[in-house]
Every structure is written in C-alpha cells, then in structure tokens.
C-alpha cells in the first residue's frame, strides 16, 4: 500500500474506534455498529461525496434529503460567514429580533401559498413538529372547542424524533421503546406495492382515503384536532400515493372541520417540483412544517408556517403563547436560508425539476423496472424508490424479514451510490442540480447494484 493510502487508512481505523466508542449514532443498533465500523464522511464535492479513505460516493440522498443544491455553494457558505462576523447570535424572545429571521420570515411569506404570511422557527423538523402540536391546541382552546384533542397520522409516516414527532411517525418498533402521546391515531397509508392486493391502484387510493372518512365518523369530528401527513412519504419508503388518493382527501378534508398539517420536511423546497409538495398534490394545509433543504442542510433550521385561518386567531389575544426555542430563528441558520432561497430562484430550480431533470430522472427510473428483481418503480419530482422481489407477479420478497434492501445497499456503496434501503424498498432523492449526465451515472450505479444484488441471491 502507497504510505498515503496507508496513512489515510490509519486514520480511517483510528476514527472508527473512536466513534465505536463514544459516539452513539441516530437510528442505529449500537451493538451491531461496533461491530461494524461506519464509514467516515470527510468531504464533499458537486454531487459527490468522499470518504476518509478517498472513495468518492454519488450521492443519491442529498445527504439527508437535505443537500438539494448539492455540496459546492459558496454564496450560502459566505452568507453564513458573513452573518457570524456581524451578529454570530442574538435571540428573538423578550421584545427582539434578528435581522435575517425576520427577512427570512417575509421571503418565506411571499414565496409560499397566498394564505400563508406568518412563521414559527425552530431548529429541526421534529421541533416544529412538537411546534404544530401546540398550536394547534392553541388555536382550538382560543375558540374554546377544548373537545378538539385528537391528531390524526398515517401508519409508517414519519415526522420526527422527539416525543411528539415519534408518536405522531408511524413506525411500530419505535413506539415500542417509549409512552406515546395518547391522543394520537393512526389511520391507513396508501402503500399500493405493500397492501393493495388485488385492488388497481386507483381503487386502492380511493379505499385508503376513506378510512380517514371513516375514522372521522368512528371517533367523532368534535374530537379531533387536526390530520397530519406528508404528501409523498419519504422515510416510510418513498410512498407515492395512487392518483387518485389526495383529491378524494382533499374532499374529505373539505366537508370536515379538521385542521390539515402538511410535513414539508422532505417534499419542500422543490423536490416535487412545487415549492411544496402540497402545490403538486392541489391539497390545501393549514400549516407547513418545513426543514432540511430550506438552508440546504447546511445549517440546523426547521419551522411551520402558518395559514391565516390559524395565525389570524393566535394573533389576536389570548395572552402569551408559551413555546419557543433559544435558537428559533438563529442569525445564521437564517442567513443559510436567505441564500438558498436565492439560489433556488435565481436558478429556476423549481421549474428545472418540474420540466427537465424531473421528468429525465424519473424516466431513467422507470428503466430499472425491467431488471429481474424489480417490482415496481414509482416517483414524482427528484425522489423515488424501487421495490426488490424474487417474483414479479406474486411480489415474493428475495428474503424474510426486509433484510434484502440492506445487500443492495451494500451493493450500491460498492458501486459507487448512495441509496436508502426502508426494507425492501430502495429510495433516492437525488439533488436538484444534478446534470442529465449524473442522473445517467446514478442509474448506471443503480443497475450495477442490482445485478451485484441478483448475484448474492444466485439469480
Ligand atoms: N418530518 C419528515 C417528513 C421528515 O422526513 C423528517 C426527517 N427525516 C422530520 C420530520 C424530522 O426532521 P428532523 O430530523 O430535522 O427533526
């Protein structure tokens, strides 16, 4: 081994001991990562990321749903520079404000739907979130319909990881591991792939959708609060819901006085090819939980705007609002996010994904159908996922137990790609800068990563 590969490599181990033992990661089986070391992510570049030992990884996640403009953006880079020379912090309780979280707040009042023209920061999609929650008890205690408790969520959506984001995502195993909130309900979710059977998807997103209607009527629309969802969900596997699923709950949501909380965390900012995802889906929220690709991940910072049927009621007495968060609508966060939303203008980004580097990703995609161990292809925008099975016709899966999503990712690592495997679905959410050239490269990995896949399997 050349001494600079090994001196590399060296430290590659050194790193991986250390985080083995001390650092507790998100989402992970602790015993199982020591045993495994991770990969440590040194730097970045364009579309590309790079390892400690000098492998340079497509990535086809945005880092985390996140990264939209891709890695190189030094207007954003500057802007946070800037602002932590000028005003490195400065809260906004107590009769104050910063600048940028208050340029911010109008950028983002002018860019979103007309009706909405207030917001609350927080740092992260789970905080606002938790944010959403108290509001929305604000706002049914305010017009004194106490009665109105329960929150409506979707089985396997995901909204977060503090006690209320968790209760409100869907994923059994994670309830099981702590007391969810009680007056949290989860209806069906409109997985075609998983649960449709024999129904065509356009019956089976019809049929999911009432259950809502359904559950309305069961436990009483006096009772319940408000519905909360995300119009393509992301961590649950990139769902993409039959054509016919968010018309009929629009309609459903119409008829009922239910408030309707849209989780932008993943679809906002472009990724359907709207600013929100919600724009795509012609559904009217209340309130818009945003995240992630608002700064381009490159600073912490989350929020909910709010629709004036809410704001209109929470700004008009009732007395002090009893939430916030030392860093909501931290100088820097903000001037990130005042960047890249410039940069998303200046570049037509939106428009791009709507009418170009959308719709060539998500024909590329639909290629990958004919591979053997494909099932389906479903997208929208610049995300999309792809279910692995041994059988075509009958879905037979290539393993028990949602374990063969964790060989293709292993297969794509090895193939130069970044994909998220959530069981046996393989999910991308590629950046939106991403040239025809890459989307190309993505797929070319992604193929390889099958047929590595096929081969482990003896297909
Ligand atoms: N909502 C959705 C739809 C998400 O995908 C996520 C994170 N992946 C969250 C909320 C939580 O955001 P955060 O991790 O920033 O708390």
């Not at 069906?188 to 009432?210: N, V």
């Not at 969802?229 to 459903?252: C, D, K, L, N, T």
């Not at 608002?294 to 912490?300: A, D, R, S, Y």
């Not at 989350?302 to 968060?325: K, M, P």
């Amino acid at each position: 081994m050349p001494s600079k590969t090994a001196g590399r490599h060296n430290r590659t181990q050194q790193l991986q001991r250390q985080d083995a033992t001390h650092h507790l990661h998100p989402f992970t089986d602790f015993q199982d990562y020591a045993a495994n070391p991770g990969r440590i992510i040194s730097r970045a570049e364009g579309v590309y990321i790079e390892d400690s030992d000098g492998n340079r990884i497509l990535d086809g996640m945005s880092g985390l749903w996140c990264c939209n403009l891709g890695y190189t953006q030094p207007e954003i880079v500057e802007a946070v520079r800037q602002q932590l020379a000028t005003l490195p912090f400065y809260n906004n309780f107590f009769q104050c404000a910063n600048e940028p979280s208050v340029t911010l707040a109008a950028r983002l009042a002018e860019l979103a739907p007309d009706n909405f023209n207030r917001v609350f920061f927080t740092n992260s999609g789970s905080e606002a979130n938790d944010t959403n929650l108290r509001l929305v008890r604000r706002y049914w205690d305010l017009l004194e319909r106490p009665e109105k408790r329960i929150i409506l969520s979707r089985t396997n959506a995901y909204h977060g990881s503090t006690i209320a984001a968790a209760s409100l995502g869907g994923f059994d195993f994670v309830h099981r591991q702590f007391e969810t909130l009680p007056y949290v309900h989860h209806i069906a979710q409109p997985y075609w792939f998983k649960d449709g059977g024999e129904l065509s998807p356009e019956e089976f997103g019809l049929s999911t959708a009432q259950d809502l209607e359904r559950t309305i009527d069961e436990l009483g629309e006096d009772n319940i609060a408000a519905f909360i969802a995300e119009p393509i969900q992301g961590a649950g596997g990139v769902i993409v819901p039959p054509e016919s699923y968010w018309p009929e709950m629009r309609r459903i949501l119409a008829e009922r006085d239910i408030l309707f909380i849209s989780d932008e965390v993943i679809c906002g900012f472009g990724r359907t090819g709207q600013l929100f995802g919600c724009q795509s889906y012609g559904t009217a929220p209340d309130l818009i939980t945003f995240a992630k690709a608002v700064t381009n991940g490159f600073q912490p910072l989350g929020g909910v705007l709010l629709g004036d049927r809410i704001a209109n009621v929470l700004t008009s007495g009732g007395g002090e609002f009893g939430h916030g968060f030392t860093y909501s609508g931290h100088p820097a966060a903000c001037a990130a996010a005042l960047a890249t939303l410039s940069i998303i203008q200046r570049e037509n980004l939106i428009e791009r994904v709507a009418a170009d580097i959308g719709p060539y990703l998500q024909q590329r995609w639909r290629e990958l159908a004919e591979h053997p161990i494909v099932g389906e292809t479903r997208g929208k925008g610049m995300v999309a996922a792809l279910e692995l099975v041994r059988n075509k016709q009958t879905r037979e899966r290539l393993e028990d137990g949602g374990k063969a999503g964790a060989v293709c990712r292993q297969s794509c690592i090895e193939s130069g790609l970044v994909m998220r495997a959530v069981g046996d679905a393989m999910i991308i959410a590629p950046p939106l800068v991403c040239s025809h050239e890459e989307i190309d490269l993505l797929i070319e990995r992604a193929t390889h990563a099958l047929d590595l896949t096929a081969h482990h399997y003896r297909l």
